[in-house]
C-alpha cells in the first residue's frame, strides 16, 4: 500500500490477556516508531527501529511492553498482562533515512481498549 | 538530547480571527522542525516542515511558521482561522535523517463560531 497501515484498528481486551499489534510501515522506510496517545493526551514515545541498528527502547513503559522488527519491514508491538491504565491509540510511524525525506508518516493506530 | 515544549495545551479562538500556536525546542545541533495536524477521530497529517532555506515555511490550509534559531522557537500561525480548524496541533524536532523524532505535548486549538 501507499501509507503506513496497522492492524487491528480496534482491539478490545479483558485484563491480563496479551495483545499484539502491528504496523506495515511505508515500502523503504528505514524508520520505524511506536508512540501511545492516551485519550486527551500528547504523543508518548514508545520505541524506535533504524535500520539494523538496536532499537531504542526507551520509552516503554514497562517490562510488559516489547516490540520487534522483522529487518525493514513489519513492526509487532506486543504488551503482556494489559491493564486498564494500557486502554490508548497506538499509533505506528516510519520515515525514510533520505537527506530530504525525514518526515514521519503515521498509520491510523490501533484503539486498545482494556476492560 | 533533545526536547519540545508547547506552552499552551488549550488555545481557543474566534472564527476568522488571527492565531499563533508556540513552539519552542531545545537541541545543540541543527535541527528539522515539524508541525503535525490531528482533527478529531483522525490521524495525524504533516502541516508544515522546516528543513532548510527560507525561515518563514508555508503548510497546507493557509498555515505557516517562522524557524528563529536565536529563540529556539517555530510558532504556527494563521491569519484567519475557519471552524475546520479545530483540531490538535503537535510541534516536533529532529536532529536528522534517521535520528528520533520528538514530539510537543501538544495545542488544542477550537475555533468558536
Known amino acids: 500500500g501507499a501509507g503506513v497501515s496497522q492492524s487491528p484498528s480496534n482491539k478490545v481486551t479483558e485484563k491480563g490477556k496479551d495483545v499484539e499489534l502491528r504496523c506495515d510501515p511505508i515500502?523503504?522506510?528505514?524508520?520505524l516508531y511506536w508512540y501511545r496517545q492516551r485519550l486527551g493526551q500528547g504523543l508518548e514515545f514508545l520505541i524506535y527501529f533504524q535500520g539494523n541498528s538496536a532499537p531504542d527502547k526507551s520509552g516503554l513503559p514497562s517490562d510488559r511492553f516489547s516490540a520487534e522488527r522483522t529487518g525493514e519491514s513489519v513492526s509487532t508491538l506486543t504488551i503482556q498482562r494489559t491493564q486498564q491504565e494500557d486502554s490508548a491509540v497506538y499509533l505506528c510511524a516510519s520515515s525514510s533515512t533520505g537527506q530530504r525525506n525525514n518526515e514521519q508518516f503515521f498509520g491510523p493506530g490501533t484503539r486498545l481498549t482494556v476492560l | 538530547a533533545q526536547s519540545v515544549t508547547q506552552l499552551d495545551s488549550q488555545v481557543p479562538v474566534f472564527e476568522e480571527a488571527p492565531v499563533e500556536l508556540r513552539c519552542n525546542y531545545s537541541s545543540s545541533v541543527s535541527v528539522y522542525l515539524f508541525w503535525y495536524v490531528q482533527y478529531p477521530n483522525q490521524g495525524l497529517q504533516l502541516l508544515l516542515k522546516?528543513?532548510?532555506?527560507?525561515?518563514l515555511v508555508k503548510g497546507i490550509n493557509g498555515f505557516e511558521a517562522e524557524f528563529n534559531k536565536s529563540q529556539t522557537s517555530f510558532h504556527l500561525r494563521k491569519p484567519s482561522v475557519h471552524i475546520s480548524d479545530t483540531a490538535e496541533y503537535f510541534c516536533a524536532v529532529t536532529s536528522g535523517p534517521g535520528n528520533q523524532f520528538y514530539f510537543g505535548t501538544g495545542t488544542s486549538l477550537t475555533v468558536i463560531p
Open positions: 515500502s523503504g522506510h528505514t524508520a
Open positions: 522546516y528543513l532548510s532555506g527560507s525561515t
